[in-house]
Nanobody, 124 residues
Framework: QVQLVESGGGLVQAGGSLRLSCAAS????????MGWFRQAPGKEREFVGV????????DYADSVQGRFTMSRDNAKNTVYLQMSSLKPEDTAVYYC?????????????????WGQGTQVTVSS
């Protein structure tokens, strides 16, 4: 069973950048597809991006395509979310998630393991 811990959130001005990290332990990290999700107050948790087990394939929500980039370092058991050109509507708690899968799932219900989340606030 894998444990996930996110870090890197904070307060940033619109147009700025942040890099989130998600460190995994307790499992074979390279066996897991990794996803990022976010949840704003009063809203459903929504898909942000997903990366394949070796990091060769990614997919993103339309709302972040071209602004956010996922990567992973299997030697460090860590997945990253580089966020650029941030907008106030990106404000949310960001969660990483892990799943043993051969596909790139984009629904929260597909993931079995979740971190505790990290807050990202973008000021206008």
């Amino acid at each position: 069973q894998v444990q996930l811990v996110e870090s890197g959130g904070g307060l940033v001005q619109a147009g700025g950048s942040l890099r989130l990290s998600c460190a995994a332990s307790g499992g074979t990290f390279s066996s897991y597809v990794m996803g990022w999700f976010r949840q704003a107050p009063g809203k459903e948790r929504e898909f942000v991006g997903v990366i394949s087990r070796r990091g060769k394939s990614t997919d993103y929500a339309d709302s972040v395509q071209g602004r956010f980039t996922m990567s992973r370092d299997n030697a460090k058991n860590t997945v990253y979310l580089q966020m650029s050109s941030l907008k106030p509507e990106d404000t949310a708690v960001y969660y990483c998630a892990a799943e043993l899968s051969n596909s790139l799932p984009m629904t929260a219900s597909s993931y079995d393991y979740w971190g505790q989340g990290t807050q990202v606030t973008v000021s206008s």
